[in-house]
């Protein structure tokens, strides 16, 4: 009986463990990636203009429209040249 509780204790121990780290990584981590991918996918469906900073520091300004919204949203990207 005894070997049986402390078989049931890590289980609980380690389905505790498995909900912390779920809640991480959706309250923390997911939103980082998630914003990430969206200001990469932006930069791939932007019009970008290099002007004389941009080659030497290698972003540039560049604009995009969104499809959703239609409105015009000014970012930075890396210039692909």
């Known amino acids: ?3 049986a509780t402390g078989e049931l204790n890590m289980t609980v121990v380690i389905v505790i463990a498995v909900g912390v ?3 991480f ?3 923390i ?3 980082m990636i998630k914003s990430n ?3 990469n996918a932006s930069c791939a469906k932007a019009v970008c203009k290099c002007d004389s900073t941009c080659e030497k520091t290698g972003i ?3 604009t995009y429209k969104d499809k959703k919204t239609g409105k015009k949203t000014e970012t ?3 210039w692909k040249g």
Request: glycine share 0%; net charge negative.
């Open 1 to 3: 009986m005894k070997e």
């Open 21 to 23: 780290l779920t809640a």
């Open 25 to 27: 990584f959706y309250t």
């Open 29 to 31: 981590l997911w939103p």
């Open 37 to 39: 991918f969206d200001h």
């Open 60 to 62: 540039a300004k560049c």
């Open 76 to 78: 930075e990207c890396p």
